[in-house]
């Protein structure tokens, strides 16, 4: 392809030839028998690009799967009166049509949603779909390396997703209906097919797509980590790598320390349904049937799952953290503000994140002088977060900030994360979590802070990152409209639900609450959330529409380096082949956060330090 | 239709939206890179400055107008005395975050709009400042450790378990698909323990019916009372799945787990009334409580604390609804006195009682009371009939004259009895059923009486004053037709001359 040939790429190709690093990568170049037919290169691909790609875009299907799932649940929420047999033809019996011919939604399959909705959005959508994305993107990309450290496991890590993706969506049309008991899927309610219909072949299913996707997670996981720690290129020290790669690569830490117990966890819980062990049960007597188990503790499961699941959140916010803190660098042409306090701060809560996981547990029964413990580390937290907060607000200080979709994302993340992250100070103190314990506030806290704004980076991420996997732009305009009407839409949605936890509302009430007379005040709250949760629901359609349009017609990107950054990534052509550099791999000379520096706009990190400089990544 | 017409809607604003989109990509071709640098900072900066504000104001506001739901603050006051804490906990951390969540949205959106891109400016180059970073981790530690300190003073009180000897009552809550069985001790002030493996239909809980703490436990109905000021334990568990106890108003929130009790102490600090009194003053509690009856009864009138599930348990977990009513000491003992023991009621004599053969000292005591009553009203009525009463408990060996020893006791209260009204003699009947031979059955009836008469000397009353006849099968209840008939027809009664 012809592009223009700027002044800064000369020097580049200059610098690549003379410093970089000469693997004989050329010689084996050509005829590539990994990339020589559509379906190797596209489909069964082992470059790190394309399964990057595959993550999205099977990320997108399940937020698009798990966001209808919200509307319609929010429907029942917000409009328990309206008639829904319009949705028959696609929820069929579980749609309940009386004589009257109006429609009513199933309460099984309400809390099938509710807890479908949560299992794909925080394992499909914000775990494969955001750092399953970006870490195989960018982290060969970043620390110049040809691609994963086994590129064979890291196919094999999309295709075990895409296996959990099938066994998840096939559960969906069983007759008794996918698992209902709660993405968390306490025990002994999703233990027993005699307490819920969902936890009969649903929950099987459940338990296996939740099997094969660990195997995923602990495949990419370790690829991640030693593609780190391995492959970077001649100069790229550990405190030289962009705070992308350090999100990533600290995330993959804790996802390959976790998921294994989450593993363990769950197939216990298999064991308890289908083996007629005790590992959960104990003395329990359900719909009539006295069941002859003892001895077991329905506790143990939820410290096995959220021994794995407090580190989960984390594991979803760091690379979106990673990717806020290098767009918003990029775009205010200055410096992320306090890099190693940025680096340190991650260290923070990666560590923190092990040692807190009772805190979704003080109204549990777990002995409450344990809870002690949980509520003086899970406040700690705090301290680190905050710092990352004062740094990106800092960061936008006295920059020359660019607006656009990117940018506008990261500065959404920061003002969500701010948001939800205040409401878990209340939460992580047991002594108000007794009175908020497992009500709206708590839906509020988790999306704002994970939810919304893990997808704020992720949008910050994909906008920003776009021309370098598809060799395009995605539409600015409509990425700056679904940027202002998710923010105030997602504002509309979770901020409400503050009140009605407050007043105690409890979570997962099909009614929304009808039946009780200190919860039912709200109708007119509840039908606000459910109108503004439709009109940002659409916002995302636009955004997919825009996604898939500027794969194919969007504005060509014309220069290899679009936003003026410095990471390695944008020295590759503009459509990378296998290897992502046709030669010789730059080496790194510098951090990656020299913008506005010597009265230059930016330096890349292939530019040698002058004389007199002093590099920042040291 | 209506739903068709909203889909061609969508359709078309998606359209347009494409459309705008691609136009403005043209137009910025055409302006050059430059220009829409320019209009992106004009726009986005003057967006960012106008959310900031409608935000800032939009969360005060709404802040303001829910602020009848907010813990601790005017309707929403606690209902119990732990709950103060927790309640003032909310309102500091609320101050705190609430200062950094203005400054920090504040600082986040005027700076995106005071450092927009403009061609004449440079971005400084600002990599970091310790002193800065230093401030920045150090104000956010001390804000926490003050908050976690407090925090888990607040916690440790409210979670701490009463003490061996302090005056509380222990009540015992059971979740179950889909509602609450709730338990009270009996007199004793003790629940009965339990045993799952014993669960049948009548016996819901599992209640070991040989442990006599059981025996007066009392299972409440719909709605459960609470005196005021008095500290309470709930004992909750499980049946099935997981559940959990929670009292809004009175910041009570427990699991139930099976097979693991669990526990909350709170004291009650507001009676149902006096909650109500408190709403009377708040408008939105003066709207009436069914909207479809606007002159019936308003909200405030018709408030009552509620018990629900807090952690999922199934399909019909939004329904577990119990009403609790906290009312003054002498209406809580009224309610409980009417109570019944839920053994003696339900389960008492029939075929799954353990303790059919035996003779309970509760209902020794019982009985004791209702004949010291019964004789005495004996004494007094002017009607012959009512001056015969039957001794219901009285057995003897099969076919023999000789009492078993838990019939003992009854007469033990007819000596009470006779003892109360000295100046009483009486007749003691021996009747039979028509089985057998009428002779023998005179024969045994007369014995049986007689029996009954020596106990009653033995016992040291007067001789004199007892007569004792055997009636055989000459003066039935009722016809001898069925089994249940004739066991009312073997008897021992006595009469008051």
């Known amino acids: ?618 | 239709m209506t739903a068709l017409i909203i889909l061609l809607c969508i359709i078309l604003i998606t359209i347009v939206l494409v459309q705008i989109g691609k136009v403005t990509e043209l137009t910025a071709q055409i302006k050059g890179e430059r220009e829409v640098l320019r209009d992106n900072s004009k726009w986005n900066g003057l967006l960012s400055l106008i959310f900031l504000v409608i935000f800032m104001v939009g969360v005060f506001v709404s802040t303001w107008q829910y602020k009848n739901q907010m813990l601790g603050y005017g309707p929403h006051e606690s209902a119990s005395e732990h709950g103060i804490a927790l309640d003032d906990m909310f309102f500091i951390t609320l101050v705190f975050t609430g200062i950094v969540f203005l400054l920090t949205h504040i600082a986040l959106f005027w700076f995106a709009y005071k450092y927009r891109w403009s061609e004449n400016r440079k971005a400084e180059f600002i990599s970091h400042d310790n002193r800065l970073e230093i401030i920045w981790t150090a104000i956010p530690a001390i804000v926490m450790t003050f908050l976690v300190v407090r925090g888990l003073n607040a916690w440790n009180t409210v979670m701490a378990d009463i003490g061996p000897d302090e005056d509380a009552i222990e009540i015992e809550a059971t979740g179950q698909q889909f509602n609450w069985i709730i338990r009270y001790p009996g007199p004793d002030g003790k629940l009965g323990a339990r045993n799952y493996k014993l669960t049948t239909a009548t016996n819901q809980i599992g209640q070991d019916f040989t442990d006599p703490k059981n025996w007066d436990d009392v299972v409440v109905g719909q709605e459960l009372y609470l005196p005021v000021g008095k500290k309470v334990r709930v004992r909750i568990l499980a049946k099935d799945v997981l559940h959990n106890f929670f009292l809004p108003q009175f910041r009570v929130k427990m699991d139930a787990v099976p097979g693991l009790p669990t526990y909350f102490v709170f004291t009650p600090i507001k009676t149902t009334s006096d909650y109500r009194n408190e709403l009377r003053k708040y408008e939105e509690y003066n709207e009436p409580f069914d909207p479809a009856d606007p002159t019936g009864p308003k909200r405030w009138e018709k408030f009552e604390y509620e018990l629900a599930c807090a952690e999922l348990c199934g399909k019909g977990h939004y329904s577990m609804r119990r009403i609790l009513k906290v009312v003054s000491q002498e209406e809580y003992d009224e309610w409980y006195r009417k109570q019944e023991s839920y053994y003696l009621t339900q389960v008492r004599g029939k075929d799954e009682d353990p303790n059919k053969d035996k003779v309970l000292d509760v209902e020794i005591l019982q009985r004791a009371k209702a004949f010291s009553e019964s004789i005495k009203s004996a004494v007094e009525s002017e009607d012959e009939e009512a001056k015969t009463l039957t001794l219901n408990h009285i057995n003897f060996e099969t076919g023999a004259a000789a009492l078993t020893a838990n019939s003992k006791y009854e007469l033990d209260n007819l000596v009470t009895g006779m003892n109360a009204f000295p100046q009483i003699r009486i007749e003691i009947a021996g009747h039979t059923d028509n089985t057998g031979d009428p002779a023998s059955n005179r024969e045994l009836s007369q014995q049986r009486a007689a029996a009954v008469a020596r106990y009653l000397t033995e016992r040291g009353i007067d001789a004199g004053r007892l007569r004792s006849v055997g009636y055989g099968d000459t003066k039935p209840l009722g016809p001898n037709d069925t089994d249940e008939n004739r066991a009312k027809n073997r008897r021992t009664e006595f009469t008051i001359l």
């Open chain 1, 1 to 618: 392809m012809a592009h223009v040939v700027s002044a800064t790429e000369t020097l580049e190709e200059k610098l690549t030839q003379e410093l970089g690093f000469d693997d004989q990568f050329h010689e084996h170049h050509h005829g590539d028998k990994f990339q020589s037919n559509f379906l190797t290169t596209y489909i069964f691909s082992t470059d790190h690009k394309i399964i990057g790609r595959q993550f999205l875009i099977t990320g997108i299907f399940w937020a698009i799967m798990g966001a209808a799932m919200s509307i319609i649940f929010r429907l029942q929420l917000g409009f328990p009166e309206a008639d829904m047999a319009w949705l028959r033809p696609i929820l069929g019996k579980w749609i309940m049509v009386n004589e009257q011919g109006i429609g009513k939604l199933d309460p099984e399959f309400y809390y099938s949603l509710v807890t479908i909705h949560g299992t794909v959005l925080v394992f499909f959508v914000l775990t494969a779909g955001l750092s399953g994305t970006f870490s195989n993107l960018l982290i060969p990309l970043q620390i110049g390396a040809r691609d994963m450290a086994s590129p064979l496991l890291n196919a094999f890590s999309y295709w075990f997703f895409f296996l959990a993706s099938v066994v998840m969506f096939l559960s969906l049309f069983l007759s008794t209906g996918p698992f209902s008991g709660g993405w968390t899927a306490y025990p002994p309610l999703s233990a027993l097919p005699q307490a819920s219909d969902g936890s009969a072949a649903g929950m099987t299913m459940w338990i296996v797509a939740m099997a094969l996707f660990i195997v995923s997670a602990l495949l990419g996981g370790i690829n991640y980590v030693t593609t780190v720690l391995n492959l970077r290129t001649k100069g790229m020290n550990m405190w030289r790598m962009p705070l992308t790669i350090w999100a990533f690569f600290i995330t993959a830490i804790l996802g390959v320390l976790s998921f294994p117990v989450l593993f363990s966890g769950v197939l216990l819980l298999m064991f308890d349904r289908s083996m007629g062990t005790s590992f959960y049960l104990s003395e329990i007597v359900v719909g009539g049937q006295i069941l002859d188990r003892v001895g077991g503790s329905p506790i143990l499961f939820q410290h096995l799952f959220w021994f794995l699941g407090h580190p989960e959140v984390y594991i979803i916010i760091l690379p979106a953290m990673g990717i806020v803190s290098e767009v918003l660098s990029v775009h205010a042409r200055k410096p992320i503000f306090g890099y190693r306090a940025m680096v340190l701060s991650i260290l923070a809560i990666a560590f923190l994140s092990f040692i807190v996981w009772a805190h979704h547990m003080f109204m549990s029964g777990v002995n409450p002088f344990i809870s002690n413990f949980f509520v003086v580390f899970t406040l700690i937290i705090a301290v680190p977060s905050a710092v990352k907060v004062f740094n990106w607000i800092s960061t936008i200080y006295g920059s020359n900030f660019r607006f656009n979709a990117a940018s506008l994302f990261g500065i959404g993340f920061v003002s969500m994360f701010i948001s939800g992250g205040l409401t878990g100070i209340f939460l992580g103190n047991s002594a108000i979590d007794i009175a908020l314990h497992d009500t709206y506030f708590v839906v509020a806290h988790f999306h704002i802070v994970m939810g919304i704004a893990a997808f704020f980076g992720m949008f910050a991420g994909i906008y920003h990152w776009f021309p370098k996997m598809f060799g395009r732009f995605m539409n600015e305009t409509l990425g700056k409209i679904h940027f202002w009407g998710t923010l105030v839409g997602a504002y509309a949605i979770f901020w409400p639900m503050h009140y009605t936890g407050m007043a105690g509302m409890p979570r997962r009430y099909y009614d929304g609450g009808a039946s009780f007379d200190a919860f039912r005040h709200f109708e007119d709250l509840n039908k606000f959330i459910t109108v503004a949760a439709i009109v940002v629901f659409f916002l995302q359609i636009i955004f997919v529409i825009n996604f898939f349009y500027s794969i194919f017609s969007g504005r060509k990107s014309t220069t290899k380096n679009p936003w003026g950054a410095n990471t390695l990534e944008w020295t590759t052509p503009i459509n990378a082949g296998h290897g992502n550099w046709p030669g010789n791999i730059p080496t790194v000379q510098r951090w990656a956060y020299d913008y506005g520096k010597n009265g230059e706009e930016f330096i890349p990190q292939y530019i040698p330090l002058r004389e007199d400089e002093h590099d920042h990544g040291h």
